[in-house]
Structure formats: structure tokens, C-alpha cells
């Protein structure tokens, strides 16, 4: 059995007891960061085995990982925030696990982009979540299919680049489509701003240093 959980994206709080139980139970933790997983296993005093899995090594040793599965082994698949598999590591071993026949439970967590979706104010009843933009190649084509959408989309940014996708965004939107920003959500310093594209970079350029895992909301296009 491979259990996918979700882990606090802020407040160690945010973590069902089932999720603790779990990683108690198993006999492995895969983390994207054992060093961040550490932590959170720490603070509820769980001292269950930790091994990496991410990016960078996940086809390496997935295969490996899928033998002991179907030898009789229970893991848990965590990533460094959120749900694995959303825009982190997950996926190619969910994948394995159906191909082998391993079964695959997901629990139910914490993950940014809902708070903030339904935190906007934005239109939520149909929306789009693109994740990360690429950084260079293929950037501006999605921008622009983006933009051409009648719902709501979500992305995910990182603070250096924020600035700069909020005036992408304007461009291609239009400076006066409505959207939010949402960072250090579930944190102390938890900012939801929504405003009009053009006032959300105004806004974000005066900051000294935005921090934080940013979550950026934008409204569909109106029809005319």
C-alpha cells in the first residue's frame, strides 16, 4: 500500500489524525525533503524511517520502491508542503503503483491553491489550475491561452518572479482584470490581496522582499 499525504503548507496545525497515524504506521516516509519532513515527524514525535524521493531521483528509484510495495510494504509519499502530486512529485509513482497493482490510497489535506481560490472572491465555481508557468519556452503561448479562458485560473509563483508574472499577466489580460494574490497562507504574516492586476504589481513592486509560497488567482476573460 503507497498512502499519499498531505502535509501543512504553514501551520503545523493543518494535519489530519488520520495523516499522523499513518506516517506512524508505515515502515517508510518517502519526502521530497527529509530535512523539512524531519521537522514536521519531530514535532508530533513520529520516528518512522525517512528516505528522498523528488525530482531529481524519482525514476531512479522508483522501480525499486515498487518491488518492496509489492512484497508486502507500506509507504507514505509526502512532499514538502500541500499534496503530493500537485505541482510536486507524486505522479509517476502513483502511476507505477496502479501498473503493479499495488494499491494507492490518497488522503484528503492541506493544498495552497483551494484557500486561496475560495479566499479571492474570485468565481470558483469553474476554474482552471495551470501550476507553475514555464520559465522560458512555451511561457507566452500559455500566457496567451491563459488569458483567452472564460473561468478563473490559478497559478503558483515563486516571490522573486512575482512582479514580473503580474505585469505578464496585464498584458495579456488587461491591466484592469480583477485577480488575488495569496502568500504565506496559514502563517502569521498570511496576505490575500485581490485588486486589479495593474494595482496588484503597483502594490508588490513597493515591497521590499515578498516572501512566501504565492498562489496568484485571475478572473476569466468577460464576454463582451
Known sequence: MLYIVPTPIGNMEDITLRALRILKEVQLVLAEDTRMTKKLLSHYEIDTPLRSFHAHNEHQVTE???AQLSQGAQMALVSDAGTPGISDPGFLLARACHEAGVQVSALPGATAFVPALVASGLPSDKFHFEGFLPHKKGRQTRLEYL?????????YESPHRLVKCLGQ???HCGEDREACVARELSKVYEEIRTAPLAELQAHFENQPKVKGEIVVVVSGKRKK
Open 64 to 66: 525499486n520502491l515498487i
Open 147 to 155: 488569458a483567452s479562458l472564460p473561468n478563473t485560473f490559478i497559478l
Open 169 to 171: 499577466l496585464a498584458l
